[in-house]
């Protein structure tokens, strides 16, 4: 994976990936998103740059989503925006990335997602091999823990499960923690080990996919990792789902194994969780309802 370019400043950035005489003419901001600001940024020869933007210390984040882009694109299988640069200047820290223009969806444009997402799921990159990735990095606005592990299972609970149940305590209720405890205890009664670790998202909601300049979706804001590729699905079918064809044609890449539909609640719990412990107390009735339907 190559090295995240570093600047001082946006003007360094410009200069030293278009050349000497380019410069910032203008600034029009983006509304969406929950955590950073963001910008497309039109220099004088008209090429037009997407920026996200946030307090310096969130460098880090910006560091570690430009090394999910880059883990993504190296599969060859999908699209992502091209990651451009990060750095710091005056008061804030910045992620450059080319800007997607997007046109009208391709025909099947749901169907070649699901394939060229299963295609993602499916990449040989030995240079890994474990569960997990080279780093931490974040969910959101929370860090998100990657510690290299032989087996999924034993990964999802100490990795993904556990440290977000203990940052829920003040919201659990005693019977929620027993419930909590019990299902820590008991994931090999629930999950399944698969064949081998897969690339996935992370984060996989209709707000981070986009339409490329190819009228096929592409992936965006990853909080990429090595797991089971059904977590990247039970995603997509939490805020609303993606419509039916997609989960169809995904279906038929033969990437689910048999009984994923009595698991995505439990994947799921992990998502709700992080909503929990960064939203508040909305997202409890889920949980509870989840932590209940696996050990009631």
Not at 110 to 136: I, N, Q, S
Not at 199 to 223: C, E, F, Q, R, Y
Not at 227 to 246: C, K, N, R, S, Y
């Amino acid at each position: 994976m190559p090295d995240i370019k570093l600047f001082t400043s946006i003007s360094e950035a410009v200069k030293s990936i278009f050349g000497k005489s380019r410069y910032v003419v203008k600034k029009n901001y983006v509304a969406g998103g929950d955590i950073n600001e963001a910008c497309t940024i039109t220099l004088d020869d008209g090429t037009i740059l997407f920026m996200k933007s946030n307090l310096p210390a969130f460098l880090t984040n910006f560091k570690a989503e430009a090394a999910g882009l880059e883990a993504i694109r190296a599969t060859g299988a999908i699209g992502v925006p091209a990651v451009l640069g990060a750095g710091t200047d005056t008061g804030f820290s910045f992620l450059l990335l080319t800007y997607i223009r997007g046109v009208g969806r391709i025909s099947h444009y749901w169907e070649t997602f699901a394939e060229e997402l299963a295609a993602v799921h499916r990449a040989d990159l030995p240079e890994f091999g474990k569960y997990g990735f080279r780093e931490d990095n974040w969910i959101g606005a929370r860090k998100q823990i990657n510690t290299p592990h032989d087996r999924w299972i034993p990964f999802f609970r100490d990795c993904r499960l556990e440290p977000q149940i203990k940052s829920a305590g003040n919201y659990l209720m005693a019977e929620d923690r027993r419930r909590a405890e019990c299902l820590l205890d008991h994931l090999d009664r629930f999950l399944v080990e698969p064949d081998r670790p897969s690339l996935v998202h992370g984060d996989l909601w209709s707000g981070n996919m986009i339409t490329g300049d190819d009228g096929k979706g592409w992936l965006i804001d990853p909080a990429v990792y090595y797991g089971h590729p059904e977590i990247d699905i039970a995603m997509t079918e939490l805020f609303g789902g993606f419509p039916q064809v997609f989960y169809e044609a995904y279906r038929d890449t033969g990437m689910l194994q048999p009984g994923y539909g009595d698991r995505k609640d439990l994947y799921n719990l992990y998502q709700l969780l992080n909503h929990l412990n960064m939203f508040g107390r909305g997202y409890l009735p889920d949980v509870r309802r989840i932590l209940k339907k696996y050990a009631g």
